[in-house]
C-alpha cells in the first residue's frame, strides 16, 4: 500500500477558532502536523498487520502530549485543559489508538501518581513517562468487572515489609508495551487501592490481546498478577476507594470528548472532498440531496460537539467541571463521531470499506472508544442519575 498524503482540512462552521488563544491555535497546529507527517502515512498499514507503532511513544513525549496539564517541574507542559483538548482531537483525527497511547499514559498513568502520589513517587516516574522513556499503563477492568469495577477481585495483602498482588486486569491498553502499571486492588478491608507494578517483578506479566477488528494499530493485553511483591512505597498514599480510579477516567473521559471528534471530522473532511469528485448520473454524488442531507447533518453535528467541547474545557481549566458533565461530553463525542464514520463509509461506496481511505479504520476504532472508558449506556446512566437523583445502575 503506497504511502498517504494528507490534506485534511479542519470543518469550522462557527468560527470556533476566534475562541482560542494564538498559543492554542500554535499547540493545534504542531500537533496537526506532526499527524500529517509521522501518522497518516504509516497508520494503515500498523493497523492492517495489527502491529503498534512503537516508535510514537519517544514521538509523542517529544511533541509534548503526555501529560499536557502536568506542572513542568515534573516534565508535563503546564497547559491548560482547551490546550490538551485540542492535542487529542489531532491525535484522534489521526487514529483513536494513538490518542489512546497518549490518553492512558497522561491522564490514567501521570495524572494519579501526581495527583495521589508521594514526592518521590512523581519525581521518580513523571519525567520518564512525560518523556516517553517508559509507557505506563491503566489496570481497573477485569474478566468479571468492566462496567461495575467496584466489585474487583484483585487484590493486596500486608506481608511485613512488602505486598503481595495477586489477581487479573483485561483490555489494558499499552500493556505489553508498558514498563509501568497504575493498578486498582483491594486491600484486606475491601478498600481500593492504587498500586505502581513496574515491569520486571516476579510474578507480573502482560499477554497480549489477540483478535480485535478495532484499535488494531494500539497494543492492548492483560495484566496477570501471581504473587507479585511489591514494595510498600509502591502503594499511591493519598487516595483510597473508587474514587480514585474514576476520578482518573474524569481526565481520560474528557480527552476522549475531544479526540473522538477529531476522527469525526477526519470522515467529514474526507467524505466531503469525495463526494465533490465522484461524478454519478453525469454529475457528482455531492450534488445529490440524500448525500447533502449526510454532509450537512455532519457538520451539524461536529459544529455541536466543537461548542460543548471548548465550554468543557472551560470549565475543566477552571476547576469547575463536574464528572457529569464530562460523561455527557464524552457519549455525545463517541455517538456523534460513530454515526459520521457509518455514513461517511457510505458515501465512498465500495472505496469506503478499504485502507486506501481511514474512514472504516475510524469507524471500527470508534466502537471500541464509544465502549471503553465507561460504555454510551453507562454514560446514559450517569446523566439520568444527576438528572433525577435516582440510581438505576443497581
Ligand atoms: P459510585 O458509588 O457512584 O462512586 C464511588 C465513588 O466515586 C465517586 N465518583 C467519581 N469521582 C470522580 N470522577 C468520577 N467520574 C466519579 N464517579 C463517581 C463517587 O462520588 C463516590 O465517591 P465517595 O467519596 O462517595 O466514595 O460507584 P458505583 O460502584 O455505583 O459505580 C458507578 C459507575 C457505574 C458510574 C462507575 O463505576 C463507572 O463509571 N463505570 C464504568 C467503568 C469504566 O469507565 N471503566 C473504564 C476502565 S479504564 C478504560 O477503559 C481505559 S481505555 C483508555 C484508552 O485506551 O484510551
Ligand atoms: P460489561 O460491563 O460486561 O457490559 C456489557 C453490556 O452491558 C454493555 O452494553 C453495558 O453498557 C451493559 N451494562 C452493564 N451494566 C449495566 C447497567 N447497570 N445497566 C444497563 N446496562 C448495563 N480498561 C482498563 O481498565 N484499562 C484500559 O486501558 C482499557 N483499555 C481498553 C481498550 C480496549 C480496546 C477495550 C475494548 C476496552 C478497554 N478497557 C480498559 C475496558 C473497558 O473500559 C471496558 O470494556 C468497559 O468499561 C466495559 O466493560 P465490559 O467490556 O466488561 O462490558
Redesign the pocket.
Known sequence: MAAKTDNFQSPDYFNVDELLTEEHKLIRESVRSYVKKEISPIIEEYAQRAEFPVQIVKQLGEMGCFGPTIPEQYGGGGLDYISYGLMMQELERGDSGVR?TA??QGS?VMFPIYQYGSEEQRNKYLPKLATGEWLGC?G??EPDH?????GMLTNIKDAGDHLILNGAKMWI?NAPFAQVAVVWAKDETGEINGVIVERGMEGFSTPTTHGKWSLRA?ATGELVFDNVKVPKENILPNVK???GP??C??K?RYG?AWGAIGAAMDCYDIALNYAKERVQFGRPIAGFQLQQKKLAEMVTEITKAQLLNWRLGVLMSEGKVT?QQVSMAKRNACEVAANIARDARQMLGGMGITGEYPIMRHMMNLESVIT???THD?HLL?TGMDITGLNA?K
Do not use: H, M, R
Not at 146 to 150: I, M
Open positions: 489512546s490518553s492512558v490514567l491503566f481497573l477492568t468492566g462496567s461495575d469495577p467496584g491498553s494500539s476507594g473508587l474514587k474514576l476520578g477516567l474524569t481520560a476522549i464528572p471503553y472508558e465507561g453507562i450517569i445502575f
